[in-house]
C-alpha cells in the first residue's frame, strides 16, 4: 500500500512547529500503524532526508498507554477500541492522505514531534488515586467479601490505560473520564470507602489546578477510549464529589 | 570473585524466619538519613521504592517511559501464583515450592524458591488490600485458575490484564509515596553508568531522555529492577524499550551475570507475519486452560491448509493430532512453556506446521466454546480474543487460533545473594533482572508473584540489614574523581558512536538493521534448539555483525536532544556484548535443562537430558574487558530438601 504522510514536526517545546509531507510506498495491510512509523523513519534515516520521527510507544500490545496519535482527526485513528500500537493499514485505503498529529491539549505540552508530556495524569493520582495500604499488616485476601458484579465494575473501570486519548478528544480538554474511571475502581470497591470522599476531592481539585477543562456532556471522551470506558464513570465522580463536599473531613 | 549465597542455617522452612528474627535494622530516625536509588519501576522496582518508602528511606525512582505505569509488568496477562488454597486442592508452601523447583528443573537455589512460596500469599492480601479487582465468583470470593506446570489452582487473575492491575496497585502505592515525599521519580531517565566508590556502589549517572542531559545521583545503595533482556532477539513479547542495558553497565562494573543461557521461549505467541514486525504479540498461557493444542496428522492435510485450500474446521476429529495431550496425558496442554514450545517445534519441524510460512500450530477453542458457552469464554477471555482479531483479523471465536512460541522471558540475569545483593556491596538486583527464582525455566504466573514478593516482602528486610552499618557513612555526595569519570565515561560512549556514521567507508545502515540482523542469528542458532555447531556459528555471526556495527551504523542528531536513534544504539551495543555472552554460556552448559536444549543431550523421545553429576551449578561469569572472554564461576547447587528425579510430565 502507498500512503501520503502529514506529519507535525517539532523541534523542540519552545520551536515552532508545522506539518511536513513524505511519501510512502510498499505498506503491508498486515502491519501496524507504528510499524509504518518505523518504515518511514528507516527511509529517513537511510537516505538522511530528515531526523526521524518521535513518537512515543512501548509495549506495541495496546495495555502500556504510551503511544497515542491523533490521525486523521481521531485519537488513536479510526478503528474502535485500539490503541495506535494496535491499528493496522488495512483499515486504510490504497493512497490515503493521512494526518498525524500529537494530543492537543494544554495540560499535555509537546516535547518533540509527536511525542507529549502526560506527567500531569501522574499528577492527579499522586492528589490521591489509591489506596493508603502500607505494606504488610493487612488483612487475608479472602476476608474480604466483593459481589461478583462490583468487583467485575470495578475492573471495567480499572482497565483505563491512561494514555489521554479522552483528554485529546475533549473539545475542553477535559479529563473527566480517566478521573471518573480511577474513582469508580476505587469507590466501588470496600477497600476504597474509608478514604473514598477525600480522594475525590484532591483529584478533582488537582484535575482543576492543572488546566484540565470541565465535562460539557459530548461523550467524545467515551467514543475515542481504546477501553471503552464507560461514561457512567464521569456521573460516578460527580455524585462522589458532591458528597465528598459533605462527607469530608475537612480537618484534613 | 567469591560467590557467597548467605543462605541462612537451619532448616528450610525455618530459614526466612530465622533470618528475619536475627538480622539488623535501622532505626526510624536514621532511616531518613539513608538514599536508595531503585532503576525501573515495574512489579519490582515500584513495590520495592513504595515499601522502601513507606519505612522511611529517601529514595530515588527512575524510569525510561514517561510514567511508572508503563513498565512492561503491565503487559503480563494470566495471573499470579500463591500458596492460598483457597480452593481445597492440595495446594501449599511447600507444593508451591516444589512445583517451581522441578518447573526451574533442578537449577534453582532452594533457600531463595521457598522463601518464595513462602511470602506468595502475602502478596495477594496486600494486593486486595491496595484494590487490585481481582476475579471473584459469586460469593464474594477470589477465583483462581491453573497455569502450566502445575496440578492445582493457584493463580489469581484479573481477566487477562492481571500485570496491568498488580501494575497499578504497585503504581498508586508508590504514588501516595510520591505525595508524601519519601520517593522522588525522575521520569523519562535512563541509568547510563554504576558509580562505584571503594568497592560500593554510590551512585548512578543517568540521562534525561528529553534533554539528553546527564545527570549524577548518589546513594548509599542501588537497587536495579530493570528487568530481562529477551530483546536481545529483537523479536520477542517484551517491550520496544526494554533492553538488557542496565543489567549490563552493572556486569561491566564487577557485578557477575548469571545463567545467561537460560531464555524463556513462550508456546503461545501470535506468529511471525512479515520482516517489518516489530515485536510479537503474546497470548496468555491461561487459554491453555480452555484452548486445544494440534496440528494435522496427515502431511497432506497441513500442506492443503498452507496453501488456503482447506479449512481447518473441516479436519475431522481422527484426523487431528492433540500432540501435547498424546505425548504427556497427566499435563496434556498444561505442559510448562519450554516442552510445549520444543513439541510445537517438533512438529512443524516434521513438516505438519500450519499458517502461511508452516510455522504454526492450532490453539482450538471449539470444544470449549461447545461445552461452556460462547459467554463464558468471552468472560474468561474476552480481551485477549479480541487482540488476537484485531492483529491477525481472524475470528477466534468461529476459527482457531494460529500460534508459535516466541522469546519471551529471561531466567538468567545479575546474580545475587540470598539477600539480593550482588557481587557489588551496595548494588541490589530484583524481579526478572536477577537470576534467582526461576532455574532453568520460569512456570506461568510466577514472573508478576517473585517481582512482587522481592519488592515488598524481600527487600524492604534485606537492605536494612545490608544498610545497617551505611548510617555512619554520612550523606553520600554526587561528587568526586568516581563521579567525574563515570560521567566522562558516558560523554566518550555516546561521542564515539556518533561518530562512527562520519568515519563509515561505504554504505552505512540505521541501528535496526544491525539490530535485526543480530536477532535472526540468536533465533536461529542460539534459540529453541542448540548445537555445538550452532553455537559457534552464533558466536563468529555475532562477532562479525558487532564489528560492522561499529564501522557502519548511521545514528543522525545529536547526544543532547531528544534522540530515540540514539537511545537504540547504545543498547544495541550493549546487546552485541550479552550476545556474545549468552552463547558463551550455552556453549559451556553441555547438557538440556529447561529452556536450554541442547540437540547433543535429549532423550530418546526427545525430552531434556540434564547431567547432574556435572552441571548442577549456577554459573556466574565475570566481564574481564571488550574484547576479552569472561571467566565463568560455579556456585554448587545443593539440595538438601527435595528429591533429585526426572522431570516428568506424562
Known amino acids: 500500500m502507498k500512503f501520503t504522510l502529514h506529519i507535525w514536526r517539532q523541534e523542540n517545546a519552545t520551536a515552532k512547529g508545522s506539518f511536513q509531507t513524505y511519501e510512502i510506498d510498499n505498506i503491508s495491510p498486515d502491519c501496524s500503524f507504528l510499524e509504518m512509523l518505523d518504515q518511514l523513519n528507516e527511509k529517513l534515516v537511510n537516505d538522511r532526508i530528515a531526523h526521524p520521527v518521535c513518537f512515543d510507544n512501548d509495549c506495541r500490545e495496546g495495555i502500556c498507554g504510551m503511544c497515542g496519535l491523533y490521525i486523521n482527526g481521531r485519537p488513536h485513528g479510526n478503528d474502535d477500541g485500539v490503541t495506535t500500537c494496535q491499528l493496522h493499514m488495512r483499515h486504510f485505503n490504497d493512497g490515503d492522505e493521512i494526518w498525524i498529529e500529537p494530543w492537543r491539549a494544554k495540560p499535555f505540552p509537546v516535547i518533540r514531534d ?10 492527579i493520582i499522586q492528589a490521591g488515586g489509591y489506596i493508603s495500604a502500607t505494606t504488610g499488616g493487612v488483612p487475608d485476601a479472602n476476608s474480604i467479601l466483593i459481589p461478583k458484579h462490583k468487583a467485575d465494575q470495578a475492573m471495567d473501570a480499572a482497565e483505563c490505560i491512561g494514555c489521554g486519548a479522552c483528554v485529546a478528544a475533549c473539545k475542553n480538554a477535559s479529563a473527566m473520564l480517566f478521573v ?47 477501553k471503552q470506558i464507560k461514561r457512567q464513570n464521569i456521573a460516578r465522580l460527580n455524585r462522589q464529589w458532591i458528597g465528598s463536599l459533605f462527607g469530608r473531613d475537612r480537618k484534613k | 570473585m567469591i560467590l557467597d549465597s548467605k543462605i541462612p542455617e537451619g532448616p528450610l522452612s525455618q530459614k526466612w524466619t530465622s533470618y528475619k528474627a536475627a538480622q539488623k535494622l535501622v532505626n526510624p530516625a536514621n532511616k531518613r538519613k539513608l538514599d536508595i536509588i531503585v532503576v525501573g519501576t515495574g512489579l519490582a ?35 499470579i501464583n500463591a500458596a492460598k488454597n483457597y480452593q481445597n486442592d492440595g495446594d501449599s508452601v511447600e507444593r508451591l515450592f516444589r512445583d517451581t523447583i522441578k518447573g526451574g528443573d533442578y537449577r534453582a537455589r532452594e533457600a531463595n524458591v521457598y522463601r518464595l512460596a513462602e511470602v506468595s500469599g502475602n502478596i495477594i492480601d496486600q494486593c486486595v488490600a491496595q484494590g487490585v479487582p481481582f476475579a471473584r465468583d459469586y460469593s464474594g470470593l477470589l477465583d483462581n485458575r491453573s497455569f502450566g506446570g502445575a496440578q492445582v489452582s493457584r493463580t489469581f487473575y484479573a481477566r487477562g490484564q492481571t500485570g ?59 537497587v536495579l529492577a530493570t528487568g530481562g533482556y529477551g530483546n536481545v532477539y529483537y523479536l520477542s513479547t517484551n517491550a520496544m524499550n526494554s533492553n538488557g542495558s542496565a543489567a549490563w553497565i552493572c556486569h561491566r562494573h564487577g557485578a557477575a551475570f548469571a545463567n545467561p543461557c537460560y531464555v524463556q521461549i513462550h508456546p503461545t505467541c501470535i506468529p511471525v507475519h512479515g520482516d517489518y514486525q516489530s515485536k510479537l504479540t503474546l ?44 505425548r504427556y496425558p497427566a499435563f496434556g496442554n498444561l505442559v510448562p512453556r519450554d516442552v510445549a514450545s520444543r513439541a510445537a517445534k517438533e512438529r512443524c519441524d516434521a513438516g505438519y506446521g500450519v499458517g502461511p510460512t508452516g510455522l504454526a500450530v492450532f490453539l482450538d477453542f471449539a470444544s470449549a466454546i461447545e461445552r461452556l458457552g460462547r459467554d463464558t469464554i468471552s468472560q474468561r477471555y474476552g480481551n485477549l480474543f479480541q487482540m488476537y482479531q484485531k492483529i491477525v ?16 522471558y529471561t531466567m538468567g540475569g545479575l546474580w545475587v545473594d540470598y539477600e539480593l545483593q550482588t557481587t557489588i556491596p551496595g548494588l541490589f538486583a530484583a524481579g526478572e533482572a536477577n537470576f534467582s527464582d526461576h532455574g532453568a525455566n520460569r512456570l506461568g504466573a510466577s514472573a508478576l508473584m517473585q517481582g512482587l514478593a522481592d519488592g515488598y ?125 549468552i552463547v558463551a554460556d550455552a556453549t559451556q552448559r553441555e547438557e538440556s535443562c529447561g529452556g536450554h536444549f541442547r540437540i547433543e543431550h535429549q532423550t530418546e523421545d526427545g525430552e531434556t537430558l540434564r547431567d547432574d553429576e556435572n552441571f548442577m551449578f549456577v554459573a556466574a561469569w565475570e566481564y574481564q574487558g571488550h574484547d576479552v572472554p569472561e571467566v565463568m564461576h560455579r556456585e554448587e547447587l545443593n539440595y538438601e530438601h527435595i528429591k533429585i528425579v526426572k522431570r516428568n510430565y506424562k
Open chain 1, 114 to 123: 509527536l511525542v507529549v508530556n502526560r506527567t500531569a495524569f501522574d499528577k
Open chain 1, 180 to 226: 471518573g474511571a480511577k474513582v469508580s475502581h476505587l469507590a466501588l470497591l470496600p477497600q476504597g470507602k474509608p478514604e473514598a470522599a477525600d480522594r475525590v476531592y484532591k483529584m478533582v481539585c488537582k484535575m482543576d489546578e492543572l488546566g484540565f477543562g470541565a465535562c460539557t456532556n459530548t461523550y467524545a471522551c467515551e467514543a475515542e477510549c481504546p
Open chain 2, 45 to 79: 522496582g515500584a513495590s520495592a521504592a513504595a515499601s522502601l518508602g513507606a519505612l522511611g528511606f529517601n529514595v530515588d525512582i527512575f524510569c525510561i517511559q514517561d510514567s511508572p505505569r508503563r513498565a512492561h509488568s503491565i503487559a503480563a496477562q494470566g495471573g
Open chain 2, 164 to 222: 496491568q492491575q498488580l501494575l497499578l496497585g504497585a503504581y498508586g502505592a508508590l504514588s501516595r509515596e510520591i505525595a508524601r515525599g519519601t520517593v522522588k521519580l525522575h521520569e523519562r531517565c535512563e541509568m547510563m553508568e554504576l558509580v562505584v566508590v571503594d568497592g560500593r556502589a554510590r551512585g548512578i549517572i543517568a540521562r534525561n531522555l528529553v534533554t539528553g542531559e546527564l545527570e549524577r545521583y548518589a546513594a548509599h545503595a542501588v
Open chain 2, 283 to 326: 497470548m496468555s498461557e491461561s487459554l491453555r486452560n480452555d484452548g486445544r493444542i494440534w496440528v494435522p496428522k496427515k502431511k497432506e492435510d497441513a500442506e492443503a491448509i498452507r496453501a488456503g485450500r482447506l479449512n481447518p474446521r473441516d479436519i475431522a476429529e481422527a484426523d487431528r493430532d492433540y500432540y501435547l495431550e498424546r
Open chain 2, 393 to 408: 483479523d481472524v475470528d477466534p471465536y468461529e476459527n482457531p487460533m494460529m500460534i508459535y512460541p516466541a522469546v519471551h
Open chain 2, 457 to 581: 516482602f524481600v527487600l524492604p528486610y534485606t537492605l536494612q540489614n545490608c544498610l545497617a552499618d551505611q548510617i555512619y557513612v554520612g550523606k553520600i555526595k554526587a561528587e568526586g574523581p568516581e563521579f567525574d569519570e563515570a560521567e566522562q565515561a558516558v560523554r566518550n560512549r555516546l561521542d564515539s558512536l556518533l561518530s562512527i556514521s562520519g568515519n563509515a567507508e561505504g554504505q552505512t545502515y540505521s541501528v535496526d538493521h544491525y539490530h535485526k540482523a543480530l536477532g535472526k542469528v540468536m533465533w536461529e542458532y542460539c534459540g529453541m534448539a542448540r548445537s555445538k555447531e550452532s553455537l559457534a556459528t552464533a558466536a563468529s555471526e555475532v562477532a562479525r555483525l558487532e564489528a560492522d556495527f561499529y564501522q557502519h551504523v548511521y545514528i543522525p542528531g545529536k547526544a543532547t536532544e531528544m534522540n530515540p536513534e540514539l537511545e537504540k544504539a547504545y543498547r544495541l551495543a550493549d546487546y552485541f556484548e550479552l550476545a556474545r555472552l
